[in-house]
């Protein structure tokens, strides 16, 4: 075959051979961080109910069964969300800090973490944590706290509840409209109700939140204490 042929005839093979380079990533660049880090910004964008297999494959750029060489489903995806997140909160100040100190610091750092999450918040707080690394790491960092600090063991976890109930709340008040107390033309109707609210406007706060967040925080810390032997 003459050389110009040879070369004529690479040139579209070569092309193609780019082509499905470019369109298909290959199995070595699909990983559980990079469908950890798709499957947040699916869920960020268009919630729970846009985080499918399908949606997830199109965002990553390859086939479905591609998925399914590192998970088995979309419970898998939403297991790998929550330990990614459970790994960002801050469980350093246990066993350095005093008690009252450590679980303050763990939860505004819990809370910090899942203000800018709140769509997952409904489906990672009934998630099971079996095989969940990151997030049996945080539990047991905060329960071996509150073991040190004198709880009886049958009240670590409820206690651990207890405190995520109000984190999650307080994780949704983070993201609340400004004017969410304004009672508008009902302030007559509500004289105790719209006098308090305009109590806290008078002392200036910018993030009300972090007010509300604190004094709740604050008792619960304050109310635990009491079961410490």
Avoid: C
């Amino acid at each position: 075959m003459p050389a110009s042929t040879r070369a004529s005839g690479e040139a579209p093979l070569r092309a193609v051979a780019e082509r499905r380079r470019a369109g298909r990533p290959s199995s070595a660049v699909l990983d559980k961080a990079g469908i950890t880090a798709a499957a947040l910004k699916l869920i960020e964008k268009n919630g729970y109910d846009g985080l499918t297999m399908a949606a997830l494959a199109r965002s990553l750029n390859v086939a479905p069964s591609a998925l399914y060489n590192h998970v088995t489903s979309k419970d898998d995806v939403l297991l790998l969300v929550e330990d990614h997140l459970a790994a960002l909160v801050d469980v350093s100040s246990f066993g350095r800090e005093p008690w009252e100190e450590a679980v303050r610091q763990w939860a505004w750092s819990y809370r910090d973490v899942f203000a800018q999450h709140t769509p997952l918040i409904p489906v990672i707080a009934v998630l099971p944590v079996t095989d969940a690394p990151q997030t049996l790491a945080m539990y047991e960092t905060v329960s071996a706290g509150f073991r040190n600090a004198g709880f009886p063991p049958e009240q670590i976890i409820p206690a651990i509840v207890a405190l995520e109930s109000f984190i999650f709340g307080s994780a949704y008040d983070v993201t609340a409209p400004a004017d969410i107390f304004d009672p508008g033309d009902m302030a007559s109707r509500t004289p105790s109700f719209t006098g308090a609210v305009e109590s806290l406007a008078r002392l200036g706060h910018d993030k009300p939140a972090d007010v509300a967040f604190t004094l709740g925080l604050d008792a619960l810390i304050s109310g635990f204490g009491a079961l410490r032997s």
